[in-house]
């Protein structure tokens, strides 16, 4: 199991980031997440591995000007 925000997923082997995404879209583009306190930017989604009982915290993108 791993758990994005406040949500449970289940885990399974060569589980990536984007197969996390892909899960929890709702409708949001992230485009940095912090995994067990590391930040992980979307160019790295599709190659970074996710382990049983990561924590995974989206990080909201804020406009400013």
């Known amino acids: 199991m791993i ?3 406040e949500a449970e997923i ?3 082997e060569g589980l ?7 899960q929890v879209a709702d409708g949001q583009a992230y485009a940095v997440v ?9 160019p790295r989604f599709e ?5 049983d009982g990561a924590r995974v915290v989206p990080i909201p993108m804020i406009a400013g000007g």
């Open 3 to 5: 758990y994005f925000d």
């Open 10 to 12: 289940p885990w399974h």
């Open 16 to 22: 990536t980031m984007a197969d996390v995404i892909d």
């Open 34 to 42: 912090k995994m067990n306190g590391r930040l992980v930017s979307r």
């Open 47 to 51: 190659k970074t591995l996710v382990p």
